[in-house]
């Protein structure tokens, strides 16, 4: 199991070395952290931002001020367990606030995972966890790695290139599952979510070269209209 935050690099040049790991293990796991639950549908008279702070082990204050949309990472931290709280953000004493999402996690070596804070089919805060194949990409090709980590049912995902000779992905995606799609190497792609009823969210342009490999994360409530399509590259060879 790919498991919740952590990082022996962080922001602030701080090491997990200050916040071991409860039961530690041989090797690394790399993750990456996305901020995906819009304020607004958490409480009306929330920041839509909605700030938080991500917080290790009861001690190491690892993310400050993460905000809707942000996707931090990826990070490397030695394969173990530790306990994670998510709460909304204090900047002036960051991490102090009482947790909105607790979690024991474990990290299992050799593994990637996207960590994404979402909002679950009830609209609650949660956090779910995904598995990103980071394995090389075959020259001449790219790579999109997407998970549906929104409030919705099944949605259409379409990845589309935009210049000449356009090429495209399109794809069904089950709530809390990943595609793994490719499509000939292009410079700039447009990603485009439907959800059931015909609502289109996007389009989302994402660019990159040769061998890229694009993470994509569908985030928000489609009852809201606030799905939108986060993106990272993660790799690419010029």
């Not at 952590?6 to 602030?12: C, D, G």
């Not at 089919?121 to 980590?149: C, E, L, M, N």
């Amino acid at each position: 199991m790919i498991a919740q935050f952590l990082r022996a690099t962080l922001l602030a040049g701080v090491t997990l070395a200050t916040a071991p790991a409860a039961h530690a293990a041989s090797g690394t796991a790399s993750f990456l952290v996305v901020h995906g639950i819009p304020g607004r549908d958490v409480a009306p008279t929330l920041d839509p931002a909605l700030p938080v702070d991500v917080q290790v082990n009861g001690a190491l204050c690892l993310l400050k001020n993460l905000t809707f949309g942000d996707i931090a990472g990826p990070f490397d931290v030695p394969a173990g367990t530790y306990s994670v709280a998510i709460s909304l953000a204090n900047p002036i004493a960051p991490c102090s606030n009482s947790p909105v999402i607790s979690a024991n996690v474990t990290l299992t070596a050799g593994e990637f995972g996207a960590i994404v804070a979402q909002l679950s089919s009830a609209g609650a805060p949660t956090a779910g966890v995904y598995p990103v194949d980071v394995t090389s990409v075959g020259a001449g090709k790219q790579r999109f790695i997407t998970v549906h980590a929104a409030d919705a049912p099944a949605v259409s995902v379409r990845v589309v290139s935009l210049g000449k000779s356009p090429e495209n992905a399109k794809f069904i995606l089950q709530p809390g599952t990943v595609n793994d799609s490719s499509v000939p190497t292009r410079d700039r792609f447009a990603a485009t979510v439907q959800a059931p009823g015909g609502a289109t969210f996007g389009p989302y342009v994402v660019s990159g070269g040769d061998q890229s490999l694009f993470f994509l994360a569908a985030v928000g409530n489609a009852s809201t209209g606030s799905v939108t399509v986060l993106s990272k590259l993660l790799r690419s060879v010029e």
